[in-house]
């Protein structure tokens, strides 16, 4: 058997891990560096999360404000975000002490304030404590924020029409006879779209005054009947001894605390001649 050369096998070895190697040579190289860059940055990500043991710092709330009564029954709450040695990546939403919601720590930003904004949705006039917890991405949750109580909106209620009717007999006299209808707002229809799905309303109060061509002012309060006829109807008689025009003005509606008052129609003239 024939031996080696010593020295052609040593030029052999050099030249093998010796440059210029070609592209193909180098692709495989450059594969497993990278895929050994990734596994160090996966594996560094991981042990953070294991040895991150430091909470987020508390967030701070900055206002909660009830939405337009359209908008029944909404609560817009603003916080600002929460500082963290790793990274925060949500933050959880407490009704009065309960959880509520999640809201990403990737979205909602409100630049105006430099914080997080969510709108919420509460039954009507529901009053509440809210405050919100950061959670850091180790899933630490750091300390309650600050609580801000709010109301919610009530339900819409709106004067939908004002009638006035003037009568004159022996025994009645001179009289002008006013009727209040007033309706329930659908809480899901735009106000753009006009006065849909309503629902009248009974047992709602009705201030108003009517002012006469002299410019005399009676002040009147009424509540709106209850039964089938009249649902959501409240009627008011006064005198019309003078002769000219006659209006009506709606001051304000209240109903149960469900409600809102909406102005809608809110003021009617009839002639007596």
């Known amino acids: 058997m024939a031996k080696r050369n010593k020295g052609n096998w040593f030029r052999w070895y050099i030249k093998s891990i010796t440059p210029p190697y070609s ?17 160090i940055i996966i594996l560094g990500h991981v042990y953070a999360q294991i040895a991150d043991n430091t909470l987020p710092s508390a967030p701070t709330a900055i206002s909660a404000t009830p939405q337009p009564s359209d908008n029944c029954c909404k609560v817009t709450f603003s916080f600002r975000g929460s500082t963290d040695n790793v990274g925060i990546v949500k933050y959880y939403i407490y009704s ?92 899901w229809i735009d106000a753009k779209r006009g006065i849909l799905n309503n629902t009248p309303i009974n047992n709602a109060t009705v201030t108003l005054f009517i002012t006469s061509p002299s410019g005399q002012k009676t002040s009147l309060t009424g509540i709106t009947q209850g039964n089938a006829t009249n649902a959501g109807t409240v009627t008011f008689k006064t005198s019309a001894n003078e002769k000219g025009t006659y209006s009506v003005n709606i001051t304000n509606v209240s109903a149960t605390d469900r409600n809102e008052y909406l102005p809608h129609v809110t003021s009617k003239t009839l002639i007596v001649n």
């Open 23 to 39: 592209l193909k040579d180098l692709i495989p190289i450059f594969i497993s560096a990278i895929l050994v860059a990734i596994f």
């Open 96 to 187: 009065n002490g309960n959880f509520s919601s999640t809201v990403s720590a990737y979205g909602n930003r409100d630049d105006t304030n430099n914080g997080w904004t969510y709108l919420m949705n509460f039954g009507p006039k529901v009053t509440t404590s809210l405050t919100v917890k950061a959670v850091d991405t180790a899933g630490n949750l750091s300390s309650p924020s600050n609580a801000i109580t709010v109301t919610s909106p009530g339900i819409p209620i709106f004067v939908s029409n004002i009638s006035m009717v003037y009568s004159s007999s022996s025994k009645t006299g001179n009289l002008i006879t006013t009727k209040v209808y007033v309706m329930e707002r659908d809480p």
